[in-house]
């Protein structure tokens, strides 16, 4: 039996058979972009296939939920690898219990699906802080519970799925989230992450290592990384942040900070590096329904149609328009791995449910580091995302 899908998917079918619905799902962007203004000189544009997620995810009975998802990007010559490979428990009312390979809860950035945050990449401390033991195509256990003002997450989390050097790593994370506040025009969101590594990856026999790494918070492929602190040999790391979000109507404005610690050997001396950032932005939707709360990720969703148009809400689409600052500080004792600050600001389009574009500007500078940069970039995304 071929049911219609959700109003979000819009034109994207459903198969129930006798119990079981699988659900085709897809996340697949083009980006093209670059630097018109750097210092020191960076390459020109690029194009790539940044993310090509497509699967399936199928729920038995409205018991067990599986999900099967591979990603073939970046594209061309990125590592493809699985992206979802996890079997959740639902049938307990408010209750979830997942295993495989997925992505724990941990931080109000992370938890927004890619195709909905507001921006084409995530804010670098969100980044930094998810990718040292959460994160996706994470090898983890997971047991949550959520309401209509709660969600409360507590995982055990290994390697990344695929090759790299990171699958002997054993680490913790929790997050927490309430609804101090929640009306039918204001929502206000607080929350608290926090994870453990204690026992950091280590390659064959060499010592347990760990390294922050990260993009200018936008990717054309062109580019390496300006926030990098290189290995540092490590026995055990955290981080900890917390968010905040309110949501006004149509206006919604997010933020979060985070502190990174690790107990580190550098020279044959024991020394604690902490690191940090934070970010904060805003988001207005000027045609169509604001960014909704959802309680099983404690994130916010895409803007919608406040209608029940498929296509061309309102006669041009849903529009919406952003800003954001964000620091990254890497410095810290002997290592130098930059201390990045920008500013962003982008205009998004959904001509129908399943397809966006964004224009997205961005200035950035990274004092310290290896090589001090400032930069004026550009990146437009096209996105089908059901």
């Known amino acids: 039996m071929m049911c219609a899908g959700t109003a979000h998917a819009q034109s994207v079918p459903t198969i129930d058979l006798h119990g079981i619905t699988i659900k085709p799902y897809a996340t697949d962007q083009l980006d093209v972009g ?4 750097a210092s020191p000189a960076r390459p020109g544009t690029g194009a790539r296939g940044a993310r090509m997620r497509n699967g399936v995810r199928l729920n038995i009975h409205k018991q067990v939920e599986i999900g099967a998802i591979w990603d073939f990007g970046p594209a061309p010559g990125g590592p493809m690898r699985l992206f979802e490979g996890q079997v959740s428990y639902i049938g307990l009312r408010h209750f979830v219990f997942t295993a495989g390979i997925f992505k724990p809860s941990f931080g109000l950035e992370s938890m927004q699906a890619q195709g909905d945050t507001v921006f084409i990449e995530r804010s670098s401390i969100s980044t930094l802080t998810r990718n040292l033991a959460t994160g996706i195509e994470r090898q983890a256990v997971q047991a949550e519970t959520y309401g209509k003002r709660y969600h409360f997450a507590l995982s055990a989390t290994a390697g990344t799925a695929g090759p790299g050097e990171n699958g002997n790593q054993r680490a913790m994370a929790f997050r927490l989230v309430g609804l101090p506040v929640r009306t039918r025009s204001l929502l206000f969101h607080l929350g608290f992450s926090g994870e453990w590594i204690f026992r950091p990856a280590s390659a064959g026999n060499a010592a ?12 054309p492929g062109t580019v390496s990384k300006y926030l990098n602190t290189g290995k540092i040999q490590s026995d055990s790391a955290g981080a900890f942040g917390v968010e905040a979000a309110v ?8 933020g979060e900070a985070f502190d990174i610690m690790l107990n580190s050997h550098i020279n044959s001396s024991s020394q604690q ?15 169509g329904k604001g960014r909704e709360w959802k309680g099983r990720t ?16 309102n006669g041009y689409g849903v529009l919406e328009v952003a800003a954001r600052y964000s620091q990254a500080d890497l410095d810290a004792g002997p290592i130098h791995g930059g201390d990045q600050q920008t500013g962003s600001l982008a205009v998004n389009w959904w001509p129908t449910g399943i397809i966006r574009t964004t224009i997205q500007y961005e200035y950035g500078q990274i004092t310290g580091g290896d090589t001090p940069e400032h930069f004026h970039a550009v990146m437009s995304m096209f996105q089908i995302k059901f």
């Open 208 to 219: 347990p290592t760990l390294s922050l790494s990260d993009n200018p918070e936008i990717n």
């Open 273 to 287: 590096l902490r690191f940090h950032g934070w970010y904060g932005q805003l988001g207005y939707t000027i045609n």
């Open 247 to 254: 949501s006004w109507q149509k206006l919604l404005f997010q």
């Open 34 to 37: 670059g630097f018109p203004g």
């Open 298 to 313: 404690a994130a916010f969703s895409s803007p919608s149609c406040d209608t029940k148009q498929s296509m061309l809400c």
